[in-house]
């Protein structure tokens, strides 16, 4: 009986293949980037043809290097970038155009009109988020009214639609598999997620035919499997979920109220709320975690925070006062504080949960005696501050109080950034030996579809910790610091609006 999962992580810049063991332990890689395609200011494509080849090639490699056959995986696991959407020929499984990607701007003048006629409550109460362009909805429906004879294609049944996960089943299973998760489902801005179907209203609202919709199955069950010639034998495709809720459930917070944050070049919080969707007041999205087969939705609150790694990239590139990001945790530990200084990494607005589009990057409370190490303190300061911001709405909107924060993403190896976190929390702050966890939770969704593992205690009593960053701060020093980045925060607010 096979027990090594493939895991297929499929992201914005690059595919990449994890080949894992039944104790969750990564065995080998392979990685390979492929091109950003920007057309026009704001707009991001892919060419859906390298979405799949370098996945393709990527899962190849990673079993010619681990030397095992296809005959020894037992099921393959999907994760994506999220939100991108593709639109393809259901008989030549020929894509109508390139896949846009979720950073594309181009419908933003479509959420405009939609929020100007009201129609974003809708939006709100039923797909649980925010109606902006970065959700796949008015992708779909640009597609559909911008690319030629693609609408009447669309109405006669013969086009399909697919954000990543769908569009690499689709291709592993030789075109057999249409079908999607709830976790994909719940960021198209189509998929009512309390009642777990798409939305007839909303789709009505957005002229999409329901024919190009897939199938939404469990993102934990055996949906078919691939084709021989993909990868020399054909193997279980058992599980899926969107990279976020991949890494929720990779760091084992399969219970209510425990949260994960991901430090890459922006952050990334998500809290499981359990069985309840918790709608939010405080402008953070209501999404769905995972749903096993044969269990309940498991939804989550997610924060988004844009600038976090970023902002140390900024230090290196655009102050040069380090020379590469790791030197930012030596520079920084060389002051006790920041000494009064605050920095709002503002440079594309803020996002959650201030959203707001006009903020501007703002480096304040300065004196004379302020050095680069102030900076770069202020600059891991408001790294772990900005996730204090969501994890404050998230207790806000759900009264739920953390235990831990589990942590990930390349910034997460930073020892001062944690325990500055810890402190500024509160809360420990637990990093754990696997670091891939966005790859882990695929392969763990998987491997439970198949039987590698019986179930998610199983997997929580795998899941080990690296090291816990227990807070030390005193209190009123805690108060003071989040005091004084709330005033900074207001000074960086609308400030690009000129007003
Ligand atoms: P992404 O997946 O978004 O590309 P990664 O998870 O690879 O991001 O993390 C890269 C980010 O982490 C970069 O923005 C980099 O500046 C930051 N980073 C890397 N190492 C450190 C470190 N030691 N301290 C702080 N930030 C770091």
Not at 40 to 66: F, K, M, N, S
Not at 279 to 284: A, C, H, P, Q, R
Request: aromatic share 8%; glycine share 10%; hydrophobic share 45%.
């Amino acid at each position: 009986m096979p027990q090594l999962i493939l895991a297929l992580d499929q992201g914005t810049t690059s595919s990449r293949a994890i080949l894992f063991d039944e104790a969750g332990q990564l065995l080998e890689t392979a990685q390979q980037e492929f091109p950003q395609i920007f057309p026009r200011p704001g707009w991001v494509e892919h060419d859906p043809h390298d979405i799949w080849r370098t996945q393709r090639d990527v899962a190849r490699a990673v079993l010619d290097r681990a030397k095992v056959s296809a005959a020894d995986v037992a099921a393959i696991g999907i994760t994506n970038q999220r939100e991108t959407t593709l639109i393809w020929d259901r008989r030549t499984g020929e894509p109508v155009y390139n896949a846009i990607v979720w950073q594309c701007r181009r419908t933003a003048p479509m959420c405009d009109a939609l929020r100007a006629e009201g129609f974003d409550a809708v939006i709100r109460a039923k797909t649980g988020l925010v109606t902006d362009a970065y959700f796949s909805g008015t992708k779909v429906a640009w597609l559909l009214d911008n690319v030629p004879g693609t609408r009447p294609r669309a109405e006669r049944g013969e086009l399909a639609f697919g954000t990543v996960d769908t569009w690499l089943l689709w291709n592993l299973s030789g075109g057999a598999l249409h079908v999607t998760d709830p976790t994909n489902a719940s960021r198209t801005l189509l998929y009512n997620i309390y009642k777990g179907d798409w939305d007839d209203e909303i789709l009505a609202h957005l002229n999409i035919p329901r024919s190009l919709l897939p199938e939404v199955r469990p993102s934990s069950a055996v949906y078919g499997e691939s084709v021989a010639h993909v990868l020399g034998a054909s193997i279980p495709l058992a599980g899926m979920a969107g990279d976020q809720q991949a890494a929720l459930f990779g760091q084992a917070c399969h219970a209510p109220g425990m949260a994960k944050n991901t430090y890459g070049t922006g952050s990334f919080v998500l809290l499981n709320t359990g069985e309840s969707g918790v709608e939010s007041k405080s402008n953070l999205v209501t999404t769905i975690a995972w749903q096993l087969e044969g269990g309940p939705v498991t939804y989550a609150l997610e924060g988004s925070i844009f600038v976090t790694g970023a902002a140390v990239q900024w230090l290196r590139d655009g102050l040069g006062i380090i020379g590469n990001a790791a030197e930012v945790e030596p520079l920084a530990g060389s002051v006790e504080s920041a000494d009064g200084v605050y920095f709002v990494p503002a440079f594309v607005g803020l996002g959650a949960p201030h959203w707001d589009a006009y903020a501007r990057g703002t480096l304040i409370g300065m004196t004379r005696g302020t050095t680069r190490a102030h900076i770069a303190r202020a600059t891991l300061d408001a790294i772990a501050l900005q996730s204090c911001d969501v994890l404050d709405a998230m207790h806000a909107d759900s009264g739920i109080t953390l235990s831990a924060l589990r942590v990930d993403g390349g910034a997460a190896k930073n020892d001062l950034l944690m325990q500055i976190q810890a402190d500024l929390l509160g809360v420990p702050v637990q990093r754990p030996a696997v670091t891939e966890t966005t790859a882990l939770g695929a392969a763990y969704l998987a491997g439970l579809a198949v039987g590698v593992w019986p179930d998610t205690d199983a997997l929580a009593r795998q899941w080990t910790i690296d090291r816990t960053f227990e807070p030390r701060m005193a209190d009123d020093e805690r108060q003071s610091l989040i005091a004084g980045w709330r005033r900074a925060v207001e000074r960086a607010s609308g400030w690009a609006d000129g007003a």
